[in-house]
């Protein structure tokens, strides 16, 4: 399993590139914008001259990375994991372009945080090849993955994608496949409610993700995860669970919905909970 595809140039499936580089993988990146795919493709070098300074011995970017927009790129890959917007209108056409283009020997990741498994399996022909790859952010530093297995998921799938995380020097964790999993059934419910906490005025930000790091130990606390992960992703993942259980412990906070459509994305956009310009 030498040759894999990555769905999407953003945060998650640049750190995937690099890690699956890195350790010998050749890798097939696709994004809907070259802009993107460029900038993924600057950062993941960057990262490789980096670890070279520490000597790490990894091989040069431009021989082992095949990037651009077009699905057909993929219709020789061994496995495919996927990184799009927590979005199930999107997901749902990307699996089926991937259904039509990929050789049915390919098996297919989902990188998502709350959509179930067996729902995206169900938009392809193969719902025994299609599984959970839930990775953490970064990438590169994350060692464990959280691994799902939908209701037709096969052993051997299991079996490969365990093989694979491997052999990029990841372990991967089963669990069965429910909303939001086990890490984010519990992190978005976290999050949430850490900003209700801003939002009713009980205590800042910056106070609420003290607590969390001087009294529990994390080495983040929530809101500083939520402009990590993105509170657009927070949002979307968030209202997943909202729908997929319909239980009101899981309303999105009235202050996370507006700061997403302020563009305070967190990280990514400069602005959160704190600010990184």
């Known amino acids: 399993m030498s040759r894999v595809g990555v769905i999407g140039a953003g945060v998650m499936g640049t750190?995937?590139?690099q890690s699956l580089v890195e350790h010998g993988h050749d890798v097939v990146l696709v994004d809907r914008t070259d802009e993107a795919l460029e900038r993924a493709l600057a950062e993941a070098?960057?990262?490789?001259?980096?670890?070279?300074?520490?000597?790490?011995?990894?091989?040069?970017?431009?021989?082992?990375?095949?990037?651009?927009?077009?699905?057909?790129?993929?219709?020789?890959?061994?496995?495919?994991?996927?990184n799009v917007t927590e979005d199930w209108a999107v997901k749902q056409e990307v699996y089926r372009t991937l259904d039509q283009v990929c050789p049915p020997r390919c098996a297919f990741a989902a990188?998502?945080?709350?959509?179930?498994?067996?729902?995206?399996?169900g938009a392809t022909s193969r719902p025994d090849r299609v599984l959970g790859m839930h990775f953490m952010n970064p990438v590169p530093m994350k060692r464990s993955v959280e691994v799902i297995k939908g209701w037709h998921t096969s052993e051997e799938t299991i079996t490969e994608a365990m093989e694979l995380l491997s052999s990029f020097g990841k372990e991967g964790i089963l669990v069965k496949d429910s909303p939001g999993f086990v890490s984010n059934r519990v992190l978005m419910l976290t999050?949430?409610?850490?900003v209700y906490l801003v939002h009713d005025g009980v205590a800042s930000a910056e106070d609420v993700d003290k607590l969390f790091r001087s009294c529990f130990g994390h080495p983040m606390g929530p809101l500083e995860t939520a402009d990590l992960i993105g509170l657009d992703t927070i949002l979307l993942s968030v209202e997943v669970l909202h729908e997929s259980f319909a239980d009101s412990?899981?309303?999105?906070?009235?202050?996370?919905?507006?700061?997403?459509?302020?563009?305070?994305?967190?990280?990514?956009?400069?602005?959160g909970f704190y600010t990184y310009r």
């Open 111 to 121: 990188n998502t945080s709350a959509i179930p498994i067996t729902r995206i399996a």
């Open 249 to 271: 412990k899981y309303r999105p906070c009235p202050l996370l919905k507006q700061m997403v459509d302020a563009g305070l994305h967190g990280r990514k956009s400069g602005q």
């Open 15 to 17: 750190g995937m590139t």
């Open 191 to 194: 999050v949430n409610e850490a």
């Open 45 to 82: 070098e960057n990262y490789r001259r980096f670890g070279s300074l520490l000597g790490r011995v990894a091989p040069e970017i431009e021989g082992k990375v095949t990037s651009g927009t077009d699905f057909e790129l993929l219709s020789d890959v061994d496995f495919v994991i996927e």
